[in-house]
């Protein structure tokens, strides 16, 4: 089985940065397709944030764009996300998923909670 470790999260002031990070560990069925982070505020639905594969550029969501970066190894099963410019809507709890390449299977991490005070 394999878990995901995220690291990064915390309470900062709205303006500031933070850096999340996110390691697999574990047997990857079929090798890493592609890894990114999700979010999740109060009350709402999670989103997805960024996502990166070994082969195509990142997506960013509309709302983190220009402010985030994704980057990481996908081989070693390994991503960041450096947020910057940290709005008070960014707040939320941020999770790491990895794509399988067998059946496409996801596994997910435990999350990492972000609060930005406005």
């Known amino acids: 089985q394999v878990r995901l470790v995220e690291s990064g999260g915390g309470l900062v002031q709205a303006g500031g940065s933070l850096r999340l990070s996110c390691a697999a560990h574990g047997r990857i069925r079929g090798g890493t397709r592609a890894m990114a982070w999700y979010r999740q505020a109060p009350g709402k639905q999670r989103e997805l944030v960024a996502s990166i594969t070994s082969s195509s550029t990142p997506v960013y969501a509309d709302s983190v764009k220009g402010r985030f970066t994704i980057s990481g190894d996908i081989a070693e099963a390994t991503v960041f996300l450096q947020m910057n410019s940290l709005l008070a809507e960014d707040t939320g709890d941020y999770y790491c998923?990895?794509?399988?390449?067998?059946?496409?299977?996801?596994?997910w991490g435990q999350g990492t909670q972000v609060t930005v005070s406005s």
């Open positions: 998923k990895l794509r399988m390449g067998y059946n496409d299977e996801d596994a």
